[in-house]
């Protein structure tokens, strides 16, 4: 599967052509439902929700009925603009869905089957999951795992599962619990507190760095041994500092990110899979040539189906359900617009579920 099949949206003509398909069969054009809307007409970026139909959405092969979504820190930057995310306009936001196959032309997939999509261009190239029914490429489909509902696959969501991704990324690295103390920093955040509970039930002593050091129960209670405060790491740090940790998940970068990798230890890994705090990253080649660390770059979006596969068989067993209730709130479609901001001022604690059809 490349990359080009997400960076193209459906075109215009083939939306138009399922539309007249559709309007033939006299199907799904009176039916409304709900969907937030990011727009940019005439420089004015807007979003809202609106009423659609079927005929209205994008030419794929997968009908889905939506139950849940999420929020991340992508889709804040997506819902405000402040971040170049959304590629075409008009745009359906959410780059997680949920829910159940209604209609198909892949034959994978058939009526009643419980799915999931993380990534993959939504809300970015392809109308994302902040609609109540959305058609999506069936081969950017994830079956839900056995031992998961709808709503817990949106629990875990893209952050979730990043955090899976960067867990694995460390074991091929050959990080083991007994080599020493693992740092995971924007730790309050949803990679973070998903990273904490996984690593701390295979095993690791978890280390939480956050910018809220108020959270240290909520941590704690995922299983972080110690809390420290994000300026510990947010510094100028020298080429090489003393070497602390065995391995990060980092959802931060820039001086962040810089100062783990001068705090890692020989041999250690650092996994890094997010921008919160910037896009540089002010190190040197010290790290790497005089202690062997190594950096670890996750990529959740175009992440090929079998890896996929694997993280979230992994968290059917390596995270613990009853901890989800702890991580998550749910939050309705109509508060996206609010929600959006409160995530990019750093003010949302764990995970967001969005329930669609609230």
């Known amino acids: ?31 409304t439902f709900k969907a937030l809307v990011i727009d940019n007409a005439d420089g004015n970026y807007t979003a809202g929700i609106k009423d ?6 994008p030419d794929e092969s997968v009908l889905v009925d939506v139950a849940y979504s999420t929020l991340n820190y992508k889709d804040g930057l997506a819902i405000t603009g402040k971040g170049k995310i959304v590629r075409s306009f008009p745009m359906v936001g959410g780059i997680d869905l949920a829910g159940t196959v209604l209609e198909s032309a892949d034959s994978n997939y058939k009526p009643g089957d419980k799915v999931l999509v993380n990534g993959w261009g939504l809300s970015e190239t392809m109308w994302g999951g902040y609609s109540q029914k959305q058609r999506v490429n069936g081969e950017f489909i994830t079956r839900v ?14 952050a979730g599962y990043t955090s899976m991704l960067c867990v694995l990324a460390l074991e091929d690295a050959g990080i083991t619990p007994d080599q020493g103390d693992i740092v995971v920093t924007g730790a309050a955040g949803g990679v973070g507190s998903v990273a904490i509970a996984v690593l701390a039930k295979l095993g690791y002593r978890v280390v939480a760095s956050s910018g809220r050091t108020s959270e240290a129960d909520y941590l704690k209670s995922l299983g972080a041994t110690e809390v420290i405060g994000r300026e510990i790491l947010d510094r100028d740090a020298r080429p090489l500092e003393k070497g602390r940790w065995a391995g990060g998940v980092d959802s931060v970068g820039s001086r962040t990110l810089a100062t783990l990798l001068a705090e ?21 080649v010290m790290p790497f040539i005089l202690r062997g ?66």
């Open 293 to 358: 660390v190594r950096l670890l770059g996750v990529n959740c979006v175009t992440c090929a189906n079998e890896r996929r596969d694997e993280a979230w068989s992994r968290l059917v067993h390596d995270l613990d359900v009853s901890k989800l209730a702890d991580i998550t709130k749910v939050e309705p479609l109509g508060r996206l617009p609010e929600l959006g901001e409160e995530i990019l001022s750093g003010t949302i604690r764990g995970r967001v579920i969005v329930d669609v059809n609230a």
């Open 1 to 31: 599967m490349g990359e080009n099949m997400v960076d193209t949206p459906a075109t215009p003509q083939a939306v138009d052509r399922r539309r007249k398909t559709l309007i033939a069969k006299g199907y799904g054009m009176t039916e």
């Open 145 to 158: 795992p056995d031992g998961f509902s709808l709503k817990d696959t949106m629990a875990i969501g893209t």
């Open 264 to 284: 890692t230890k020989n041999e250690g890994a650092v996994a890094a899979c997010g921008l919160a705090g910037g896009t540089d990253l002010p190190t040197t």
């Open 52 to 57: 659609l139909t079927v005929a209205d959405l």
